[in-house]
């Protein structure tokens, strides 16, 4: 479901996505949090988001800081890709 989301996003935005990675936040001790990877043609972007806001997205509900924290990393990783 959050996968899909990001992938969503980036369509969207004109990002063909090769990879969305997801890495939980308590196996580097940060409970809240988790970190976002992003990658497309070799260059890749992070993004800290709030655990919450990813199970909130699960069950239903929109956060719109975590689709403007995803956008803003999409936007990040589309300067990267371009010539």
Sequence with gaps: ????YVHD?????G???STVSV??????????VSLLK????????MAL??????ENLVNGKQSDL???KIRSALSRLGL????
């Design 66 to 68: 975590l689709e403007t």
């Design 1 to 4: 479901m959050f996968r899909g």
């Design 23 to 32: 890495v939980d936040g308590r196996r580097v001790g940060c409970l809240d």
């Design 15 to 17: 990002i063909p996505l």
């Design 49 to 54: 988001v709030s655990q919450a806001d990813i």
């Design 9 to 13: 996003l980036a369509t969207q935005m």
């Design 80 to 83: 990267l890709l371009q010539p």
């Design 38 to 45: 992003l990658t497309a043609s070799g260059q890749t972007v």
